[in-house]
Each structure stands twice: as structure tokens, then as C-alpha cells.
């Protein structure tokens, strides 16, 4: 498999690096290269920029990408995991692959930018950067608040993961897509929602979240998935012109997605991780009362700050403990000596701080259960049908 050679490239390319380069790091990871491989493939931001050793340097073509970056997973001979990059949130996407790929063993990750800068500053982080700028619906402005909600670029932005989501499905990759303000469990991330979807006979799965969020979603790459998937990236001119994103529209497609075959797909929706212990959608909001989510209850597969502000984001996720990385207030990421575009990469807050993940290890193995479907229990079908 593809990612199975990129870990033995990354595992020789750690022990060439550690034996030239001087790292502030925990000196206990010395000597230890599988625990420096684990770290350096969840964090490939730690390596020299563009670093030429790893097997995706240099490709930027989305359909290249797919072919060296796609696993066979649940059964499925071909699985992709997208995640939308911005400058914006950098920090936020470094969290989010560092947790998705050491706790929850995604290997297939492409990571997709939208311009010059942000492709050109995401090849510094050592990341499988696709280009994905014909995929926009509309040129971008780059005004002033370019990229805040509600402005014409964020509109324009969400409104491309319709239409990469519709494009993979069509080369026959089952889609799953992640935002960057997630962090994941000690849980088989793809595992968890293809057996979430088998269980449940469905076809698409998504967060509820009045009735549903499109930041963490799978896709099966079935008729009933790309008639899914059409009808949604179809709505694309019209929720630009009443400045929709695509999390509203797709909440508003009925439950009967028809193509030529009359085909029907069935979505299936879980609750957050932290209805549990606050059962309302918007309870980030109140950033008195963040619920502090144990990371081994078996819905915590992950946990998505929802309707919140950037900077609340990231103090929501320290103040539940699912924030990895060494940025704490008064140490703020920086960007590595060499790097073309001073964008900031943030080390492991474990190297600082031994004790920091060791509570993601105490889930019943160590591999973890899976998430979003109960040990030892079958989901119930429930198909969804959006008013």
C-alpha cells in the first residue's frame, strides 16, 4: 500500500534527520524510532521544509495525489480523507492532522488549498498539497476580511467541498472530509464511520446538528452517494445568490436524491460527542461551561467547535483537553528557519509535557474501540429525509 511505503521512507528520512539536526524535543524520544516516526508522520511540519524525501514532494495535481494517498479501508478498495487548508486556521489544521493521523490512524489524507499563498506556504508544512482552485465556484476577492464568514471568499470557499466531494466520488474514492477546527479521539477514524454506515444501510453520514453540520462528513462512492453529492454541488449558484454556505443547503435537500435510476440515498446522522454531557448543539458558545469530553466514552470519535469564533475554537478544545499541541498562551507557534513563507508550525505539546496524551491510551486496547457505533451493539437504521 501507498502509505505503507511512505512510513518506511518517513522512517529512514527520522533517523537521517534526528542524527543531523538538533531538535527542542522531549530527549527521551531519542533512540526511539518508532515512537520518532509516529510523531513525524502526524507532524510533518517538524521536517526540513519541502522535504524532498517524502513520496508526495513536490505533486500538487489532485488526481496524482489520490493515486499515491488512497487506502483500502472497511471493505472499500478505495478511501480518500479531505481536509480544506487555510492560513487562517493553520495552527487549527496542524491540530486537527496531528490528532486525525496519530489517534485515529488516518493515512490518506490530501490536503486541499485554493491559492498561490496558501498552496505555496502549505508545501513548507511537508503536506500532500493539492490544488483545488478549479474547483471554486466563483474567483476569489481577497478583500480585507477574505475568508470570514458570511463574506463572499468564505461563500465561495465551503462551496468547494461540494464539488471536490462530487469529484472523488466520481473516480470511485469513498469521501470523507474533516474541517480543521476538529480534533480527534484514540479511534479508527475511517473504520468508525464505514462501520457507522454499514451498520445503518447508509449511504452518507454527517453530524446532527439542526438537522445537520457538512464540517465532518463520509460519502460512499455508490449511485446513491454521487446522486447525493450531485444534487448538493447542483445547488451551488443558487445558495450563492441568496448567500447560503453549503451546510445550509444541504440541510434543505429532501430525502429522495434522484438521478436517472431513480436512485435514493439514505443519510445518517449521530449526535456531537459531548451531547452526553451538554445536549444542546450550540453549548461552545458559552465558553463558561465547556464540557471537559472523556476521550474514551465510545461516542467521543472526535470533537467539532461548531458556531463558535476562531479564537474560542482553540481555547474551547485546550479547556476540554483535546489540544495537542504546544501553544498555550505566551508560547505561541513559529515559523522554522528556512521556510519561504514564515508560516507557523507548532510542535507536540507532549514533548514539553510527557503526561499530555496519556489519557487517549486508556480506551480498552491500543487501538481503541471504535467510534459512532457502540461496542458490541448494531446501530439501528435510521434514514434521514430533510424537510
Known amino acids: 500500500m501507498a502509505w505503507a511505503r511512505d512510513y518506511l521512507t518517513l522512517g529512514l528520512l527520522i533517523a537521517l534527520f534526528v542524527t543531523e539536526a538538533s531538535l527542542n524535543a522531549d530527549p527521551s524520544l531519542a533512540g526511539k524510532e518508532p515512537d520518532l516516526v509516529a510523531e513525524f508522520e502526524a507532524a510533518p511540519w517538524l521536517l526540513p521544509p519541502r522535504c524532498d524525501a517524502l513520496p508526495y514532494a513536490g505533486v500538487r495535481d489532485l488526481d496524482r495525489l489520490l493515486q499515491l494517498r488512497a487506502v483500502a479501508a472497511g471493505g472499500h478498495p478505495k478511501t480518500i480523507t479531505l481536509i480544506p487548508y487555510s492560513l487562517l486556521f493553520v495552527d487549527m489544521l496542524q491540530n486537527a492532522i496531528y490528532s486525525m493521523v496519530k489517534f485515529g490512524r488516518v493515512r490518506n489524507y490530501i490536503v486541499l488549498a485554493w491559492s498561490p499563498r496558501d498552496l505555496d506556504s502549505c508545501a513548507d508544512l511537508n503536506l500532500p498539497c493539492a490544488d483545488a482552485t ?7 476577492d481577497n478583500g480585507p476580511d477574505a475568508g470570514h464568514f ?26 470523507f472530509m474533516t474541517d480543521a477546527d476538529v480534533s480527534y ?42 446522486a447525493l453529492a450531485q444534487k448538493w454541488a447542483d445547488g451551488t449558484p443558487a445558495a450563492l445568490n441568496e448567500s447560503r454556505n453549503d451546510n445550509q443547503a444541504l440541510a434543505h435537500l429532501n430525502g429522495q436524491i434522484e438521478n436517472s435510476k431513480q436512485t435514493m440515498a439514505l443519510m445518517r446522522l449521530f449526535n456531537p460527542a459531548h451531547f452526553p454531557y451538554s445536549p444542546d448543539y450550540y453549548a461552545f458558545i458559552d465558553m463558561d461551561y465547556i464540557p471537559r469530553i472523556d476521550p474514551c466514552d465510545w461516542t467521543a470519535l472526535f ?13 474551547g478544545l485546550r479547556r476540554m483537553g483535546w489540544w495537542y499541541l504546544d501553544s498555550d498562551t505566551g508560547r505561541p507557534c513559529a515559523p522554522r528557519q528556512g521556510g519561504a513563507n514564515a508560516v507557523p508550525i507548532c510542535q507536540p505539546r507532549q514533548w514539553r509535557l510527557p503526561d499530555t ?28 429525509h430533510p424537510p
Not at 463572499?152 to 469513498?174: C, E, F, M, N, R
Not at 474501540?369 to 435510521?382: F, I, Q
Request: glycine residues 8%; contains cysteine.
Open 134 to 140: 478549479r474547483f471554486l465556484p466563483t474567483p476569489l
Open 150 to 175: 458570511g463574506t463572499h471568499d468564505y461563500l465561495s470557499i465551503v462551496w468547494l467541498k461540494p464539488a471536490v466531494t462530487l469529484y472523488t466520488l466520481q473516480q470511485g474514492y469513498v469521501t
Open 185 to 226: 479521539a484514540n479511534k479508527p477514524v475511517l473504520e468508525s464511520f464505514l462501520e457507522l454506515l454499514a451498520v445503518s444501510k447508509a449511504d452518507a453520514a454527517f453530524q446532527a446538528e439542526g438537522p445537520l453540520n457538512t464540517g465532518v462528513y463520509a460519502i460512499l462512492a455508490n449511485p446513491a452517494g454521487i
Open 303 to 315: 470533537v467539532h467547535m461548531v458556531s463558535v469564533f476562531k479564537e474560542n475554537k482553540r481555547e
Open 357 to 384: 496524551e496519556q489519557r487517549l491510551y486508556n480506551c480498552g486496547g491500543p487501538l481503541g474501540p471504535l467510534g459512532l457505533v457502540h461496542p458490541g451493539e448494531r446501530a439501528k437504521h435510521v434514514p434521514h
